[in-house]
C-alpha cells in the first residue's frame, strides 16, 4: 500500500514507495480472452491458408497417400456395401479425428456416384491422442479407412466399376501442417484387389466403437470446473480414457482422473474454458484400449460447486466465494506464435462431422 492506500502491481518496494499506480484486472478474465482471441486468429490463419487453391498441394507431395477403394456384397453379386478413403501417412504425420482436439480439421469428402447409389455417413475408428504439453488433438498415424456405407447395385454383376469417385480435402500434420486435395477415382479392382480391400474393411470394423452396453449407467455430474462421468455396471478395468465428441467442453490437454469401485468407475474431466454454456448431455467415446471403445451420451446433472487446492466442493445455499485462476501467459503466447507460423497440428475451424453426404 501506498501513502495514499492505492493498492500497487510489482511497482513498490520499501525504498522507493508505490510508482505509477496500476488497478487490478481479473486474471481469470484476461485468459479467457487472450484464450479466445489465440484460437479466433489461429483459425482465419488456418482457414485463408486452405482456401487459397494454390497452396493446397498434391496428394503426392503431401506425406499422405489417398486411395478411394470399395467393398462387394459376399451374399448378393453386383452390390457394393462400402466405400472409403485409405490414408497411408509417412511416419511421425497425422489427419485427424471427427473432432480433432485443440487444433486442425477433419477430412472433407464430396462424393460422386453413378445414379441409384448413395453413401451413408462416415465411420470413424476410434482415435488416438496426439501431441502433449498444451495441446492435445485426435486423429490418426500411420494408416487409416475412413468408410462409410453404401446403397444401390451395379449393373451387369460387379465388374467393371466405373463413375465412383471423390473429391477429398484434408490437412496432414507433424510439426506444420499442409492443407491438401485430391481427386479420387475408384480402380477398376482385380480378383486379387476386392480381397485385399475386403482385408481392409473387416480390420476397420473391428476398430470402430461400438454402443455403450444396455447393462451401462452412464451419467456426468457438472460443477464450476469439471464434469464426473460415472459408469454404473461398466466392466471391471483398471484405466479408461474419454474422447469428447464436440470440440471444446473438456480441456484435452488436462490430465483425466480415473477411479473405479464394485459398482463401476468414474472419470473426472476438466471443462473447457471455451465451454461458456451449459450442456445437457456429454457426448463421446470411452476407450479401454485397441478395439475396445463405446459411444456414450451421459445426461449432465449440474451442482453448483468450488474449486480449491484440494479438490472440489459443493458451495452451500447462500454461500459465494471468489476463485481466482491464474492465466498461463507462456502458453497463451506460445500457441499464439505456434499457430501464426503453422508449427501447431493444424489450427483451423471445427466440424461436427466434416463429411457431406452425395
Known amino acids: 500500500m501506498g501513502a495514499s492506500g492505492t493498492r500497487c502491481l510489482s511497482s513498490c518496494n520499501h525504498k522507493t514507495g508505490c510508482r505509477s499506480p496500476r488497478p487490478v484486472v481479473s486474471q481469470s478474465n484476461v485468459a479467457s480472452f487472450l484464450r479466445r482471441k489465440t484460437l479466433f486468429i489461429a483459425a482465419c490463419v488456418m482457414l485463408i491458408f486452405a482456401a487459397l487453391p494454390g497452396q493446397q498441394l498434391p496428394p503426392e507431395n503431401s506425406h499422405a497417400k489417398v486411395e478411394l477403394i470399395a467393398e462387394p456384397s459376399t451374399a448378393l453379386p453386383g452390390r457394393l456395401v462400402a466405400i472409403g478413403l485409405l490414408f497411408r501417412l509417412d511416419k511421425g504425420w497425422h489427419i485427424y479425428w471427427q473432432n480433432p482436439g485443440d487444433s486442425g480439421e477433419p477430412p472433407k469428402v464430396q462424393w460422386q456416384f453413378p445414379p441409384g447409389f448413395a453413401a451413408g455417413p462416415i465411420q470413424w475408428p476410434q482415435p488416438m491422442r496426439l501431441g502433449g504439453g498444451t495441446v492435445v488433438d485426435y486423429g490418426y498415424e500411420s494408416q487409416?479407412?475412413?468408410?462409410?456405407?453404401?446403397?444401390?447395385?451395379?449393373?451387369?454383376?460387379?465388374?467393371?466399376?466405373?463413375?465412383?469417385?471423390?473429391?477429398?480435402?484434408?490437412?496432414?500434420?507433424?510439426?506444420?501442417?499442409?492443407?491438401?486435395?485430391?481427386?479420387?477415382?475408384?480402380?477398376?479392382?482385380?480378383?486379387?484387389?476386392?480381397?485385399?480391400?475386403?482385408?481392409?474393411?473387416?480390420?476397420?470394423?473391428?476398430?470402430?466403437?461400438?454402443?455403450?452396453?444396455?447393462?451401462?449407467?452412464?451419467?456426468?455430474?457438472?460443477?464450476?470446473?469439471?464434469?464426473?462421468?460415472?459408469?454404473?455396471?461398466?466392466?471391471?478395468?483398471?484405466?479408461?480414457?474419454?474422447?469428447?465428441?464436440?470440440?471444446?467442453?473438456?480441456?484435452?490437454?488436462?490430465?483425466?482422473?480415473?477411479?473405479?469401485?464394485?459398482?463401476?468407475?468414474?472419470?473426472?474431466?476438466?471443462?473447457?474454458?471455451?465451454?461458456?454454456?451449459?450442456?445437457?448431455?456429454?457426448?463421446?467415446?470411452?476407450?479401454?484400449?485397441p478395439g475396445k471403445g463405446f459411444e456414450v451420451a451421459a445426461p449432465v446433472v449440474s451442482h453448483k460447486r468450488e474449486s480449491t487446492g484440494a479438490g472440489s466442493r459443493v458451495v452451500p445455499n447462500g454461500e459465494r466465494k471468489n476463485v481466482k485462476t491464474v492465466p498461463d501467459i507462456k502458453r497463451i503466447r506460445a500457441y499464439s506464435f505456434d499457430c501464426i507460423i503453422g508449427r501447431v497440428g493444424g489450427a483451423g475451424g471445427r466440424n461436427s462431422t466434416g463429411f457431406h453426404r452425395n
Open 144 to 289: 487409416v479407412l475412413l468408410m462409410a456405407p453404401i446403397e444401390g447395385t451395379l449393373k451387369g454383376g460387379a465388374a467393371p466399376i466405373s463413375g465412383f469417385s471423390a473429391d477429398v480435402k484434408y490437412i496432414v500434420c507433424r510439426e506444420m501442417c499442409i492443407p491438401a486435395k485430391a481427386h479420387l477415382t475408384l480402380p477398376h479392382p482385380t480378383g486379387d484387389d476386392w480381397v485385399r480391400w475386403h482385408s481392409l474393411f473387416e480390420q476397420t470394423r473391428r476398430q470402430l466403437p461400438k454402443p455403450a452396453p444396455p447393462s451401462w449407467k452412464v451419467s456426468a455430474e457438472s460443477d464450476n470446473s469439471q464434469f464426473i462421468v460415472s459408469v454404473q455396471g461398466g466392466p471391471q478395468v483398471q484405466s479408461a480414457s474419454f474422447f469428447p465428441l464436440e470440440p471444446g467442453q473438456i480441456e484435452n490437454s488436462s490430465p483425466q482422473g480415473f477411479a473405479s469401485d464394485r459398482m463401476g468407475f468414474r472419470l473426472i474431466l476438466k471443462k473447457s474454458d471455451q465451454l461458456t454454456k451449459p450442456i445437457s448431455t456429454l457426448k463421446g467415446l470411452i476407450i479401454f484400449g
